[in-house]
């Protein structure tokens, strides 16, 4: 409500730049809720990557962690992006405070106890209205901006809530190691939740960290980055961490490390996928 008070409309953009946090996590939902379009950047974005982003998304709304707000500040004080500064309604910083940024806990306050009239907010042709942009890693040129519909994302939740029922089972504790800049984390981390699952949120991807973390919590599904795998296994073997609880691992985006799979298997006694395409294989 504390948007809609603020004045957002149905044709704003809300663009998200930051490192993975709580404050994320539930702007992600309030996104969801409203009926508006968002586009999530890599938190590792320069100058560059990040005005254009803004520039060719048409982003009003910018939402950004306390380590990366300069980077906005650097944007939208040089005196080329006048028209990028004009274009920019709202700029909040989801920990602390920064400069003429709106604190993310100001606007938890101004809506607290507060209610949306209807859910999505904002009237929402499904098939046609775009729910997300989402940008390429631009490996082939510039980046480009995948246009998903609300249509899209709620095939997807459904496919996804499916797969879970039939292969994993509701009511897991999961490490959400992925991005939310990406289209991994920006995705699977609200479906996860709206599956009925606990989420374990880490602000850097630290292996060590991450095996606490399945220690500490009783993890039973830990996703992986193919490069992640070799550095799972390192630290585990290191610090003999107690990983009884883990029941899958998986992977996408890029081939896995076949023996690298095949190890993790065999030394943690999980069952392992990659991709949704392949995970009908899961019970290998």
């Known amino acids: 409500m504390s948007l809609i008070n603020r004045g957002i409309t149905k044709s ?35 100058v560059f990557g990040l005005k254009s982003q803004i520039k060719d998304s048409g982003s009003t709304f ?27 309604k709202l700029m909040v910083v989801f920990d602390g405070t920064h400069n003429h940024f709106l604190p993310f806990s100001q606007l938890l306050n101004e809506g607290k106890n507060e209610k949306l009239q209807r859910i999505p907010y904002f009237n929402v042709n499904p098939k046609k209205d775009v ?3 989402v940008y390429t890693s631009g490996t082939t040129g510039l980046t480009k901006g995948a246009m998903i519909t609300h249509y899209n994302a709620v095939a997807c939740l459904k496919e996804f809530n499916t797969y879970f029922n039939v292969f994993f089972g509701f009511n897991l504790r999961i490490a959400g190691i ?5 289209m ?7 479906n996860w939740i709206s599956s009925g699952n606990t989420i374990v949120i880490y602000d850097v991807n630290d292996e060590e960290l991450i095996l606490q973390s399945v220690e500490k919590y009783k993890l039973e599904m830990l996703p992986l980055f193919p490069a992640f795998g ?34 993790l298997i ?19």
């Open 131 to 133: 729910f997300a942009i």
């Open 178 to 182: 992925y991005p939310f800049g990406h």
């Open 266 to 284: 065999e030394k943690l006694n999980v069952k392992f996928y990659e991709g949704f395409n392949s995970i009908l294989t899961i019970l290998i």
């Open 62 to 88: 910018i939402f950004t962690s306390l380590s990366n707000a300069h980077i906005v500040d650097k944007i939208l004080n040089d005196h080329n992006n006048s028209d990028l500064r004009e274009q920019i």
């Open 230 to 263: 070799y550095r799972i296994l390192d630290e585990h073997s290191k610090n003999n961490y107690d990983l009884s609880t883990l029941k899958f691992m998986g992977t996408g985006g890029s081939k896995f490390p076949g023996n690298v799979a095949k190890e």
């Open 12 to 46: 704003d953009i809300i663009l998200c730049f930051s490192e993975n946090n709580l404050e994320y996590a539930v702007l992600l939902f309030a996104i969801r809720f409203l009926g508006n379009t968002f586009t999530p950047a890599k938190p590792t974005n320069g």
């Open 184 to 190: 991994s984390g920006a995705f699977c981390v609200p």
